[in-house]
C-alpha cells in the first residue's frame, strides 16, 4: 500500500488550503483515515481523523477551522483547512489504517509542506 499526499504550498494568514491523499496499492478494508502534523522542532499531532463509517475526530484546538472528508471508493482523504495561521506551519502527512487478515497495518504518507505566511 502507498500513499500520495498533496495540496501543501505556501499560503498567506487568513487563506485556505486543501490536502489530498489518495492510498493504492491491496486495499480491502479501510478502518480509519487521518492527517497528523509536525511542526520543525515538535512532535507528530493528529490534526483530525474519519472513520469509515464517517465518524470524526479534530484535535481541540483546530475545530471549526479544518475539516476532513473522504471518498471510500476512490481511496482519498481530503483535509480543507480555512482560517490558516502561521502556526499551522507544519509538514501534513496523511495516515491509513487498514484490517487484513485478522491484523490492522498502518501507513503513512510522505508528507506535504504547509507554509503560512503573517
Known amino acids: 500500500v502507498q500513499l500520495q499526499a498533496s495540496g501543501g504550498g505556501l499560503v498567506q494568514s487568513g487563506g485556505s488550503l486543501t490536502l489530498s491523499c489518495v492510498a493504492s496499492g491491496s486495499i480491502f478494508s479501510i478502518i480509519r483515515m487521518g492527517w497528523y502534523r509536525q511542526a520543525p522542532g515538535k512532535q507528530r499531532d493528529l490534526v483530525a481523523s474519519?472513520?469509515?463509517?464517517?465518524?470524526?475526530t479534530y484535535a481541540d484546538s483546530l475545530k471549526g477551522r479544518f475539516a476532513i472528508s473522504a471518498d471510500n471508493v476512490k481511496n482519498t482523504v481530503y483535509l480543507q483547512m480555512n482560517s490558516l495561521k502561521p502556526e499551522d506551519t507544519a509538514v501534513y502527512y496523511c495516515?491509513?489504517?487498514?484490517?487484513?487478515?485478522?491484523?490492522?497495518?498502518?501507513?503513512w504518507g510522505q508528507g506535504t509542506e504547509v507554509t503560512v505566511s503573517s
Open positions: 495516515h491509513f489504517a487498514i484490517y487484513l487478515n485478522d491484523d490492522d497495518y498502518h501507513y
Open positions: 474519519i472513520s469509515s463509517g464517517g465518524t470524526q
